[in-house]
Nanobody, 124 residues
Framework: QVQLVESGGALVQAGGSLRLSCAAS????????MGWFRQAPGKEREFVAA????????NYADSVKGRCSISRDNTKNTVYLQMNSLEPEDTAVYYC?????????????????WGQGTQVTVSS
């Protein structure tokens, strides 16, 4: 079993930045891809970003490309999501997840373990 704990969510003004963290425990996740997803009120969960096990491959949703950067530190069993130029449309609960393989998968069906989420609210 893997436990994931997200942190770093906050209320920020449009144009601001946040860095989300996701710490894994229970087992090492260094051999697996990791992803970030988000869910806004009344909407389905959507893909944000993903990173391969080694960090060499990354995928981003078009809506965040150029504004977000995903990274990982396998020595700390932690994945990060740096978000810049935040927009009100980025308001959502952000979840991290462990992929079923080492690839940066974009579909939530490719993920097994999920965190509880961290709230990001962007005011206009």
């Amino acid at each position: 079993q893997v436990q994931l704990v997200e942190s770093g969510g906050a209320l920020v003004q449009a144009g601001g930045s946040l860095r989300l963290s996701c710490a894994a425990s229970g087992r090492t996740v260094g051999g697996y891809g990791m992803g970030w997803f988000r869910q806004a009120p009344g909407k389905e969960r959507e893909f944000v970003a993903a990173i391969s096990s080694t960090g060499g491959l990354k995928n981003y949703a078009d809506s965040v490309k150029g504004r977000c950067s995903i990274s990982r530190d396998n020595t700390k069993n932690t994945v990060y999501l740096q978000m810049n130029s935040l927009e009100p449309e980025d308001t959502a609960v952000y979840y991290c997840a462990v992929a079923r393989s080492g690839l940066p998968l974009t579909s939530d069906s490719g993920y097994t373990y999920w965190g509880q989420g961290t709230q990001v609210t962007v005011s206009s």
